[in-house]
């Protein structure tokens, strides 16, 4: 069993930016992709960027390409979403996952495919 806990998320004006972390402990081995999914108010989860951590092949989003890099300190057992050039459209509360679904050579940004979740960090970003 994977635990994720993470960190980082808070208010920015629009332009800003943000550094997510998500730290992992637990049974981390089965776990071969690692995400970031979004969920805003009212709206289904959206999966935000994954990091195939075999290869280091990231998966973004279109909304946020360009914006996001998704990270990994494999000696702390750490994820990094480095956001950028915030939109008030970005605000959500952002979840770290965990799942083990790479296909031909990265990870889906699927949220239905990930097993594990953090509890969220809030982003909200103001115009």
């Known amino acids: 069993q994977v635990q994720l806990v993470e960190s980082g998320g808070g208010s920015v004006q629009a332009g800003g930016s943000l550094r997510l972390s998500c730290a992992a402990s637990?049974?981390?081995?089965?776990?071969?992709?690692m995400g970031w999914v979004r969920q805003a108010p009212g709206k289904e989860r959206e999966g935000v960027a994954t990091?195939?951590?075999?290869?280091?092949?990231?998966r973004y989003t279109d909304s946020v390409k360009g914006r996001a890099t998704i990270s990994q300190d494999n000696a702390k057992n750490t994820v990094f979403l480095q956001m950028n050039s915030l939109k008030p459209a970005d605000t959500a509360m952002y979840y770290c996952?965990?799942?083990?679904?790479?296909?031909?050579?990265?990870?889906?940004?699927?949220?239905?495919?990930?097993?594990?979740w953090g509890q969220g960090t809030q982003v909200t970003v103001s115009s």
């Open positions: 990091f195939y951590k075999s290869t280091g092949a990231t």
């Open positions: 637990g049974y981390t081995a089965n776990n071969a992709c």
């Open positions: 996952a965990a799942g083990n679904h790479p296909r031909f050579g990265d990870c889906s940004t699927n949220p239905a495919l990930f097993g594990a």
